[in-house]
């Protein structure tokens, strides 16, 4: 198995989705891994700079034409390019995916997408909110009860996450691919969730100096 984890972008992505997770793979709390267990790598339509929403660019490594067949997860970044037509060209990768059993993970309008195309259909799952994932879905979402009300879920190899929901995505997507301990994996959420100050409150004074 490669050992690369492929993240699906459109134009207008939503940064923030990705950040944390990608982090992760590529450091610790020091530095950056001088052996990653895993490889970060930028997948989009074609080699042109993708645009976020924030308004930067990425350059990716691959189109969804060169792309390899194996690789460890595919990651579909939310944002705005997944309501317009040129998201179908991601159709038959995210397909191929899901039927060899990969990790997936779809966070934000990207796991509105999976309703859309029916691959939420068998697995238990969530998203920006049932009417969404109805809205998006149609007639090929069927699985309204498998919805889970909920910041992230992972069933069957396929993590879904709502909008707000990055760090829970990490979290779940880390511990599919076994990055880390269970432990280490928890205080990074931890760290991230509450912050350093939660976490290590502040030691008084008391006057002395």
């Given at each position: 198995?490669?050992?690369?984890?492929?993240?699906?972008?459109?134009?207008?992505?939503?940064?923030?989705?990705?950040?944390?997770?990608?982090?992760?793979?590529?450091s610790d709390e020091q530095q950056l891994k001088p052996a990653p267990k895993?490889?970060?790598?930028?997948?989009?339509?074609s080699l042109e700079p993708v645009m976020a929403i924030g308004g930067f660019q990425v350059i990716p490594d691959y189109t969804f034409g060169s792309m390899p067949d194996d690789y460890a997860a595919l990651v579909i970044i939310g944002g705005f390019g997944w309501a317009t037509p040129i998201a179908e060209q991601a159709v038959a990768i995210i397909r191929r995916a899901v039927e060899k059993g990969k990790i997936v993970g779809a966070i934000c309008n990207g796991a509105s997408f999976m309703a859309k195309c029916g691959?939420?259909?068998?697995?238990?799952?969530?998203?920006n909110g049932l009417e969404q994932l109805k809205l998006w879905g149609g007639e090929n979402y069927t699985n309204p009860d498998g919805y889970i009300?909920?910041?992230?879920?992972?069933?069957?190899?396929?993590?879904?996450?709502n909008g707000s929901a990055a760090l829970e995505f990490t979290k779940e997507l880390l511990s599919l691919l076994g990055n880390d301990t269970p432990e280490r994996i928890e205080m990074y959420y931890q760290f991230h969730k509450q912050g350093f100050c939660a976490l290590f409150p502040a030691i008084e004074n008391h006057g002395l100096r």
């Open positions: 198995m490669s050992n690369e984890i492929l993240y699906l972008l459109l134009p207008d992505f939503a940064a923030h989705e990705m950040v944390y997770l990608m982090e992760a793979i590529s895993y490889v970060n790598k930028i997948v989009a339509p691959f939420l259909n068998d697995v238990r799952h969530t998203g009300h909920a910041q992230a879920v992972s069933d069957k190899n396929i993590v879904t996450a």
